[in-house]
């Protein structure tokens, strides 16, 4: 039958497969993988994700998959279609941009990842480092705009693939994604690929009378997780678009902040990153400080925008 088995004479898949498949793009039906019929019409043989199984040669497509619950939560581990499917049905997955995300695909070659996420969304696409927080692995991404609510839709990984263990190389990934940098060392820190990867100094920071109106600035404040890092406003003033990714993000930790020395800066930029208008917020220990507190797609997010009395 090939790949792909066309589900003819089918029988009702019921309401909460229907429900799956238009939030996540499909189910799975016993080993396989039921499309969205507004995807392609078709089930395909899946096995479970693995540095053995998510392999293929360049230029070729695979399917991933992350079983979950209606509302997101894990439900399993991430599945790989058993073979490579063609281009047409990867662009029709990474065109659905208001799935979550949780049906995605992978391509050995960071290019085609990037041509193929173009083509399907007709904008400049956005490397992140990882993608643990959705499809429960360590892998590079290209994205598209967000899709509903904030979830990064159809992604198309490439490169190495690392199940969440100690390897160095998936723990710095891993905090890039979940705190927006890693430490390059006791001096540095190197932004996400998603936040434009500059290279920061943070061995001597600026105190709050010192910065310039109207400026922005990145701000770090340790959590319970990073008590290694001090609290820090980074000298070189960043850009406010840089300024709106940092704290319009729902998902990262708030570990990195910004700091901006007017209230009325401060407001206007949580507000612009918020569904509506920011709320003042409790600091974070150790950032003594005021602050808003943005709430981009409805969600509370960590990062606070920081500003002086």
């Known amino acids: 039958m090939g790949l792909f ?29 039921a499309l969205w019929p507004e995807i392609r019409d078709a089930e395909v043989p899946m096995v479970e ?21 209606v509302l997101g939560a894990p439900d399993g581990p991430l599945q790989v279609s058993a073979e490579p499917i063609d281009r047409e049905l990867a662009m029709a997955i990474c065109s659905k ?8 695909v992978y391509t050995p070659c960071r290019g085609d990842a990037e041509s193929l996420m173009f ?19 360590c892998m590079g991404s290209i994205r598209g705009p967000s899709g509903s609510e904030g979830m990064p839709g159809p992604m198309c990984c490439f490169g190495a693939f690392h199940l969440l263990d100690d390897d160095p190389e998936v723990r ?55 008590p290694d890092l001090g609290c820090v406003i980074v000298p070189e003033p960043i850009d406010r678009g840089l300024a709106l990714r940092i704290c ?9 902040s910004v700091f901006t020395p007017l209230r009325s800066d401060a407001q206007a930029l ?36 920081y500003y002086r009395d």
């Open 97 to 104: 941009r208001e799935t979550t995300g949780y049906l995605s």
């Open 119 to 137: 083509d399907a969304t007709g904008e400049i696409p956005v490397e992140h480092a990882s993608c643990m927080n959705f499809l429960q692995a």
């Open 248 to 256: 319009g993000s729902w998902i990262r930790s708030g570990v990195l």
């Open 5 to 33: 088995s066309r589900k003819e004479g089918k029988q009702k898949s019921g309401f909460m497969s229907s429900v799956m498949d238009e939030v996540h793009g499909g189910h799975l039906s016993g080993s396989n993988l």
């Open 172 to 226: 710095t990934r891993t905090d890039d994604e979940l705190i927006g940098f890693h430490a390059a060392d006791e001096h540095t820190i190197v932004l996400a690929p998603d936040l434009g990867g500059a290279a920061l100094r943070i061995d001597e920071g600026v105190l709050p009378g010192d910065c310039e109106d109207g400026r922005f600035y990145a701000i770090i404040v340790p959590d319970d997780e990073h």
């Open 270 to 305: 949580a507000d612009e990153a918020s569904e509506g208008s920011a709320k003042h917020a409790k600091p974070r220990s150790p950032a003594d400080l005021p602050c808003f507190r943005p709430k981009p797609y409805g969600q509370d997010p960590g990062a606070l925008v």
């Open 49 to 69: 994700a693995s540095a053995d199984t998510v392999i293929t040669d360049k230029g070729r497509f695979l399917i991933l998959f992350q079983p979950s619950r």
